[in-house]
Antibody, heavy 123, light 107 residues
Framework: QVQLVQSGAEVKKPGASVKVSCKAS????????MHWVRQAPGQGLEWMGW????????NYAQKFQGRVTMTRDTSISTAYMELSRLRSDDTAVYYC????????????????WGQGTLVTVSS | EIVLTQSPGTLSLSPGERATLSCRAS???????LAWYQQKPGQAPRLLIY???SRATGIPDRFSGSGSGTDFTLTISRLEPEDFAVYYC????????FGQGTKVEIK
């Protein structure tokens, strides 16, 4: 069965960086884009961007450009999201989510999600 | 960027009642790009509806989606205790956005 297992909670100081991992299993890792979505405490869902695990190509939401880097290691079926220059308002649960499309065509949706990783930014 | 506005913000209903949730887009969205998710406290979102009206695998038929263009609706025909949660719509056109969510709470 498809599983996305994320790394554990992190506590970081303002200005630092954090790298969250998302290990995929139960499917061909390179066959589906991986997206990252975050959720601040008590708030809604915010899309951060995606990585194509096959090519390594990425697309970031404008808000995060220059601060976020998404990478992958196909040998261990793992995607990573690194966020730099952390601020207190980056405190959130970060999710990876598998993006489904039909061979590149719609419909488009997230069919599997990781369990989430809480990142706390505090001095 | 397409903005999705969900209404109401909170819906207070009793089990057995019908819930109607709205998602309005700032520009026309292809139905193929519109999905709905349910999220319970401490859990990741769960896919309910994709392509505006197709139920995801394992989703009960009391959940239905409809709409086109800029107006989309999620309907829960008879609320079960496990349906009290927050619901999000999401679109993927030129960029990907979520609505701000509708909380369905027990009255």
């Amino acid at each position: 069965q498809v599983q996305l297992v994320q790394s554990g909670a992190e506590v970081k100081k303002p200005g630092a960086s954090v790298k969250v991992s998302c290990k995929a299993s139960g499917y061909t890792f390179t066959g589906y884009y991986m997206h990252w979505v975050r959720q601040a405490p008590g708030q809604g869902l915010e899309w951060m961007g995606w990585i194509n695990p096959n090519s390594g190509g990425t697309n970031y939401a404008q808000k995060f450009q220059g601060r976020v880097t998404m990478t992958r290691d196909t040998s261990i079926s793992t995607a990573y999201m690194e966020l730099s220059r952390l601020r207190s308002d980056d405190t959130a649960v970060y999710y990876c989510a598998r993006f489904y499309d039909s061979s590149g065509y719609p419909p488009y949706y997230f069919d599997y999600w990781g369990q989430g990783t809480l990142v706390t930014v505090s001095s | 960027e397409i903005v999705l506005t969900q209404s109401p913000g909170t819906l207070s209903l009793s089990p057995g009642e019908r819930a109607t949730l709205s998602c309005r887009a700032s520009q026309s969205v292809s139905s193929s790009y519109l999905a709905w998710y349910q999220q319970k406290p401490g859990q990741a979102p769960r896919l309910l509806i994709y392509g505006a009206s197709s139920r995801a695998t394992g989703i009960p038929d009391r959940f239905s989606g409809s709409g086109s263009g800029t107006d989309f609706t999620l309907t829960i025909s008879r609320l079960e205790p496990e349906d009290f949660a927050v619901y999000y719509c999401q679109q993927y056109g030129s960029s990907l956005t979520f609505g701000q969510g509708t909380k369905v709470e027990i009255k």
